[in-house]
């Protein structure tokens, strides 16, 4: 079972950046769909970014613009890179994965991904 693990969360003022990283060993470069959901206070898990295994993006509404999905295959990391954050940004960020070519439809999300890490906080004050 592979081990995700994410770093580089913390707390910001409004229009501050952050940028979150995800060890994930062996799966950026197997055929995997890796993502990166969040859940705000009494929010369900919403997803934010994916990246297929050939490099295809989807953002959510809510982040395009502003944040940046991205993958070394080298050192097997995930990382995301948050700008011009706000207090809706607020919530517990989750890098997940599972196999594939392609990234699962939203409808099947989140139980689509059996790979996920432990959270970590990301917090913006106004």
């Known amino acids: 079972q592979a081990q995700l693990v994410e770093s580089g969360g913390g707390s910001v003022q409004t229009g501050g950046s952050l940028s979150l990283s995800c060890a994930a060993p062996?799966?950026?470069?197997?055929?995997?769909?890796m993502a990166w959901f969040r859940q705000g206070p009494g929010k369900g898990r919403e997803g934010v970014a994916t990246?297929?295994?050939?490099?295809?993006?989807w953002y959510a509404d809510a982040v395009r613009g502003r944040f940046t999905i991205s993958k070394d295959n080298a050192n097997n990391t995930l990382a995301l890179e948050m700008n011009s954050l706000n207090p809706e940004d607020t919530a517990i960020y989750y890098c997940?994965?599972?196999?594939?070519?392609?990234?699962?439809?939203?409808?099947?999300?989140?139980?689509?991904?059996?790979?996920w890490g432990q959270g970590t906080q990301v917090t913006v004050s106004s």
């Open positions: 062996g799966l950026t470069r197997e055929e995997h769909c």
């Open positions: 990246i297929t295994y050939d490099g295809k993006l």
């Open positions: 997940a994965a599972h196999p594939g070519t392609g990234c699962r439809r939203t409808e099947y999300w989140p139980q689509s991904f059996g790979y």
